[in-house]
Each structure stands twice: as C-alpha cells, then as structure tokens.
C-alpha cells in the first residue's frame, strides 16, 4: 500500500519537481519577479503528483505561483512575452509554456480581504476560494512542504468535486463551458472521479 502522508506526497512532488525541464526556469522568473515567501499553486503542483504517484503522464507547461508581493517593474526575460491574466496580474509566455504570478493579498476569500491574516493563513483563504478541491494545494518553495488538507484529500481520494461555486460561476463564462464539463474534464484528465456534493 502507498504511502500517501502529506510528507510523502511533498517527497514525491520534489522528485518530480526535479525531474522537470520547466521547473527551474519558472521558479527563477518568479522569484526574480517576486518578494516575500512564494507558493507554487494549481495544476503544475496536483499534475506533478498525480504523474508521479499514479504513473499518469500529465504535461506541465502552465506554473502558477501565489507571493507577498509583485513589485514593479515587471522583468522579462530574453524570449518571453508579457500579457496579463483575466485578473490583471502578470503572465509570462514563451512557446509551449506559460508561468502567471498572483498576489496573495489579492488571491484570499472574499471574507478575508481586509483581514490582518499571516501568509500562512492568507494561503489556507485562497484555498477557499479556488473552484474545485484539487485546486487547493500548494508547495510552499522556500519551506519545502506541501500544504493544503482539501487538494491533499482529492489527491489521496481520486476526486475532483466543487469547492467554491461562486467562483466556478464568475470564471466558467469567460472559458466559454459548462460547470458539468469543466468538473469532468478536470477528473477525466487526471483520471480521477467527480464527486457531487
């Protein structure tokens, strides 16, 4: 039987972290783009273990990371171009990959904003307010630790299942699909089952 601890599950997210041509590349964009603590989020973390634990290939060429802060200007690096996300923060595009930062002072549930919250609680907000359960994870890159209890329990369960509605609701219109197709497609892609609450 697998060991599926969250030390495990960080253990075997940086054995695929290092086996990633992409990885170095955007973690130094990010950092260079960045100050305060920094947190890969999204797909690139889930894939990344999903791949590695269950032997399903997944390609990670989109890195999203959650910082303290953004400050300007923005650098850009020789062969990247510079657009924004549909929440106006930066996104880094070179062919067949694409790195966007968020702050997370801008990235919390909308309970919180406002809140004196630490980074680590400020994290643990954003988790709530990602769409779907497998979403909220992060990789903390300066601790080395994995954190988020709900996208660990997707991960460890197979399941990919709503997390935050409204959100799911302002962002399915601007993708142009179904709450039932983008659920499915999430699911079927990792290979994993969608739970209906």
């Avoid at 972290?17 to 960045?34: F, H, M, P, Q, V």
């Amino acid at each position: 039987m697998q060991d599926l601890s969250t030390q495990n599950l960080t253990a075997v997210l940086q054995q695929g972290l290092e086996k990633d041509s992409g990885y170095d590349e955007a973690l130094e964009i990010a950092r260079t783009n960045s100050s305060g603590k920094l947190w890969l989020v999204g797909g690139a973390v889930y894939r990344m273990i999903v791949a590695e634990l269950y032997q399903t290939p997944q390609k990670i060429s989109d890195y999203d990371f959650l910082t303290e802060e953004i400050p300007r200007p923005i650098f850009l690096p020789e062969g990247w171009n510079l657009s924004a996300t549909i929440f106006g923060n930066p996104s880094f595009h070179a062919p067949g990959f694409e790195l966007d930062l968020f702050p997370l002072s801008k990235s919390m549930h909308w309970d919180d904003l406002g809140k004196a919250l630490s980074a680590e609680e400020q994290v643990e907000s954003y988790f709530r307010r990602v769409p779907l359960n497998i979403q909220a994870i992060a990789y903390d890159v300066d601790d080395k630790k994995l954190m988020g209890e709900e996208g660990i329990k997707a991960i460890t369960e197979k399941t990919v299942k709503v997390n935050c509605l409204k959100n799911l609701q302002e962002y399915l219109p601007k993708k142009g699909i179904s709450l039932e197709e983008y659920i499915s497609s999430k699911a079927e892609g990792l290979g994993f089952v969608v739970v209906v609450k």
